[in-house]
């Protein structure tokens, strides 16, 4: 099996990433933990860039802080000339802390507090994209309490369903995001942007959802996209000036799944925005990508130490580790699948299937199903692979377990851009009142 990420096995058999020992590193620094590959992090982002700047003359990639954010990680995303998209004031606090350039700041989400909302505005951030007629209200009454004008761009469903699991499409009309384009409501939602005066609207935003190998779908959305640019302007006489085509690729989590490349993706991209544009007569937008999975998903991995294993006679064979779904909420959420290896046995022959469970008062909280790993006792160190998004940020402490810290590797460095929880986190915010003493 050929584990997906950057893992290299090294002479003794012990599996490494960025050249460090990772039974070392679990010594060390304990289980359960995330560790990030700096490098992969880098070199992704890099790949955007470039990719999109050979085929295209005016594009932009934000990283979608979703996926993972610490303020470090906003530092490496600065660093590597990315944008940062961010839904909530609470990812907006962590960019302002890590001093991210505001102006390249975009604020998404469907239900923005007012409270969020006036955050962004003191802060001064590029854009809003705007999900819905009563944000858009909001917005511009709250903009004009601040004294500006806002640019915003408008989310909107080109009624696409893309292949992926129902919990992550977005572009269909039946959607809580955005407003649609079949149904009229996104035209009838710009015509409402015309009458409002602290507002400006520059662009159209679409997502059509995560984990996404067929570039035909992202395609077929660009020309549902360029289709609708084309009627707003007739309708409204406004030129759309940039489009946001949301979150980039997959990742292979298996060894069976195949992706496109960064590469391939922004060729497709933007030889279909290039082609709408000429067969309808249209400058060429400039156009805003957001990835976050592609970005750091396969910079991630979580370490385990495996603790009670129990066969069930005829059945199956369960290996409990120490962590489980607070750490990796996937598979229970999406029946996602994941690879392992024993870090410890890396060069072992695979001899037996095994399902991987975590620690949790669930019967759902199964890491991986029949995997076939190296005999595996009490004390190994397992490895999980393609972490790094969608991990940590959607971790939990249900049944009281402290979340992991993240390690950042890099060939010179082993830093803690996250800590470990401690026990004493879990009740930082307990309050006794005086009569329960
Ligand atoms: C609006 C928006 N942009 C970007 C992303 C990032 O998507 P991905 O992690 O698949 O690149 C998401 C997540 O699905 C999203 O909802
Ligand atoms: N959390 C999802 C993807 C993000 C969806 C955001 N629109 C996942 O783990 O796959």
């Not at 090294?10 to 289980?31: C, F, K, M, P, R």
């Not at 917005?139 to 919990?167: F, M």
């Not at 460095?413 to 930082?428: A, F, G, M």
């Amino acid at each position: 099996m050929k584990l997906q990420g950057t893992m290299e096995v090294s002479q003794d058999g012990i599996l490494e990433v960025a050249g460090h020992n990772l039974v070392d590193i679990a010594e060390e620094y304990g289980t359960p933990l995330y560790i990030l590959d700096e490098k992969e992090i880098r070199d992704n982002c890099r790949a955007y860039r470039e990719a999109f700047e050979k085929w295209y003359p005016n594009s932009e990639t934000l990283y979608a802080s979703k996926a993972f954010l610490s303020v470090a990680m906003a530092r490496i995303i600065d660093q590597e000339g990315l944008g940062l998209d961010v839904v909530s004031g609470g990812e907006l606090h962590v960019a302002l802390e890590a001093d991210f350039p505001v102006e390249k700041i975009y604020f998404h989400g469907n239900n923005k507090t007012p409270d969020e909302i006036e955050m962004a505005l003191d802060a001064g951030i590029k854009s809003f994209v705007v999900d819905n007629q009563y944000e858009l209200e909001l917005l511009n009454q709250l903009a004009g309490k601040h004294g500006v004008v806002q640019d915003i761009l408008l989310r909107v469903t080109p009624g696409i369903e893309a292949h992926t699991h129902s919990y992550i499409q977005t572009g269909q009309t039946d959607s809580k995001f955005g407003v649609g384009v079949q149904n009229g409501l996104a035209l009838e939602t710009i015509k409402q942007v015309k009458e409002l005066k602290n507002v400006k609207l520059v662009g159209l935003h679409c997502h059509i959802g995560s984990q996404i190998f067929k570039l035909k779908s992202f395609a077929k959305a660009i020309e549902v996209m360029m289709d609708f640019v084309e009627e707003v302007k007739e309708e409204t006489g406004l030129v759309m000036e940039e489009l946001n085509l949301g979150g980039g690729i997959g990742i292979p989590y298996t060894e069976d799944e195949e992706k496109p490349s960064i590469d391939q993706y922004a060729e497709i991209v933007t030889k279909t925005i290039k082609e709408t544009c000429e067969s309808l007569d249209m400058p060429l937008p400039k156009i805003i990508n957001e990835p976050g999975r592609s970005i750091v998903g396969t910079a991630g991995s979580t370490i385990y130490r495996v603790g009670s294993v129990k066969q069930i006679p005829n059945i199956r064979k369960y290996v409990a580790v120490d962590g489980g779904m607070p750490d990796n909420i996937r598979p229970a959420l999406y029946d996602a699948e994941y690879e392992a290896c024993v870090v410890n046995k890396a060069d072992q022959e695979l001899e037996e299937t095994v399902t991987i469970t975590g620690k949790c008062c669930e019967s759902g909280d199964i890491l991986i199903k029949d995997i076939k790993l190296p005999h595996i006792e009490p004390g190994d160190i397992l490895l999980t692979s393609c972490t790094g998004a969608y991990g940590y940020a959607m971790s939990s402490n249900y049944n009281g377990v402290t979340r992991p810290g993240v390690l950042l590797l890099s060939e010179n460095n082993i830093d803690w851009i996250v800590k470990p929880e401690s026990k004493q986190d879990l009740i930082s915010n307990d309050v006794l009142p005086e009569r329960l003493k």
